[in-house]
Every structure is written in C-alpha cells, then in structure tokens.
C-alpha cells in the first residue's frame, strides 16, 4: 500500500504512515492505502490495531498539492457520492470512519503536528495517546471550508459543544496539555508509540470476543437511547455467557470452574 505500512505481531496490527517527507501530509495514494489499510486490517485477526506516523510528524493534514486535480471540478461529483462505508460515506470521510467502524480496539500514537486530515484520522481511534510538545488543529477553515472527514460525527463525542466551536470556527493549534484537558487526547507520553504498544498488548490479552462485544455495545450507548442502551448489554452478555470458551474464562477468574456446560 502507497504512503502506509501494516505489520502484525502478537496479534496487534501495526499501521504506519509513511511519507515522513512530507510530514505525512495526506494525498491520493496516502487516502487510498489508509483505506485499504483499514480493510485488511478487517478481515485479519488482529486483535487491536496501532496508527502512528514517521519522521517528524504524526500528519500535517491535506496535501493539497496532491490533489491539485480537484481544481475546476464540481464539488458535488467529487463528495457528495457516498462511495464506501457501506454507502454511507466518501473516501474523504472513509479515512477516518474506517477505525470507527472497525470492530476492534484503535489507538493513534500521535507526535509533532496532527493538523486537519491528520486529527481526523486520529478521532477515528477509540483512544489518543499524544507526547506532550504535539499539536493539534481542526484546519480546514484556514482554507474557507469546514471539516468534511467525518470530524463532525467524531468531535462531538469527546469535547463540548464551546471547544467543537472554537476548534472549528479558528482553525487554532492548541498543544497536547489544552487537547488532554478538552478531551481531545486520552493522555500523554514521551514515546507514544511505546504506551500504545504496551496498552495494545493488555488489551490483545483479554477475551477477543469480549472486547468486540464492549466496542459494539459501547458504540451503542453512544448514540442510542437508554432502553436501546439497556437491551443492548443484556444481548451483548447473553451471547457471551452462552458460550463455553467464555464461561472458562470467568470460572478462571473467580478461581473455580463451572460442573458443566450445556
């Protein structure tokens, strides 16, 4: 895949950006290896997944000499097709919404300057580990357009309303130490990498199943209301427990094993 890497060990999928030349400033070729990235990434068995970038920059954002070939086109034919996310969205948006939907755990390890595209691929993470120098800006109204990488279903999930609209409305950089208090990061770390490294790897050891199950469920009580919420945990619990290979787990964990399974 152009601009990206994807290596697996200990069931933990790595996904590297690799145009470090360019501070991994995204263009045609990074879109389309992100997305396929995310699609291989899909069918393996990969327990969790870990973004990160090379050289100086986690991604400055657009490239938009690399898609200069947008220029004089209409701009309907070019967003408005919903062409991935099972119709539901653009390429644009397919970037970032591809780790939303992916049924295992991600984490961005983010470093230097995660501007635009870059923060957006970012959100698209369950969990954002930052060093404590990194930056972070929703850019697009720099250029007199709004976010339109599916930055408007992810930002509204972790910070208020106020932040969403001063992010938005300046195009400000605000440092990691600002992100973490907004909520726009999980935490900080001098290696970033390293701690998702480590954290994928406490979460590649607990139950694949009951890790898909959380994400599934906690998407749910995101976006849905209590009732949904509630029958959601009793569904999601039930067809953990009905298998034995999980029901061994437990019993494990309480120190005793269960007389017999049906």
């Excluded at 990074?30 to 973004?51: C, N, P, T």
């Excluded at 990498?193 to 050891?205: D, Q, R, S």
């Excluded at 787990?249 to 399974?261: C, D, N, Q, S």
Aim: charged residues 20%; aromatic residues 4%.
């Amino acid at each position: 895949m152009a601009r990206v890497t994807v290596t697996y060990e200990n069931h933990i999928a790595f996904v590297r950006l690799t145009r470090a030349d360019k501070m991994n400033a995204v263009d045609q070729a990074m879109i389309d290896g992100i997305i396929a990235a995310g699609q291989q990434i899909a069918e393996s068995k990969a327990r969790v997944a870990v973004i990160s970038g090379e050289g100086k920059a986690f991604c400055a954002g657009i490239d938009i000499s690399g898609l200069s070939g947008m220029i004089g086109k209409d701009p309907a034919e070019l967003l408005m097709p919903r062409t991935h996310g099972g119709d539901t969205t653009n390429q644009w948006q397919e970037v970032a919404m591809i780790w939303a939907r992916l049924d295992i755990p991600v984490i961005a390890a983010v470093h230097g300057v995660c501007f635009g595209a870059g923060l957006q691929l970012a959100l698209g993470a369950d969990i954002r580990i930052a060093t404590p120098d990194a930056k972070f800006a929703v850019m697009e109204m720099k250029w007199g357009i709004v976010p339109d990488m599916g930055g408007m279903v992810l930002l509204p999930k972790l910070v208020r309303s106020d932040v969403l609209r001063l992010l938005t409305y300046t195009a400000m950089p605000v440092d990691a130490g600002q992100a973490l208090a907004w909520g726009l990061i999980t935490q900080t770390a001098d290696d970033p990498l390293a701690k998702a490294t480590e954290l994928a790897t406490l979460i590649a050891g607990k139950s694949p199943s009951a890790i898909r199950a959380a994400k599934r469920l906690i998407d749910t009580a995101e976006t849905q209301d209590a009732n949904a919420v509630l029958l959601a945990e009793s569904q999601e619990q039930v067809a953990l427990m009905g298998k034995p290979e999980q029901m061994e787990v437990v019993a494990a964990e309480f120190g005793k094993r269960p007389a017999k399974f049906d």
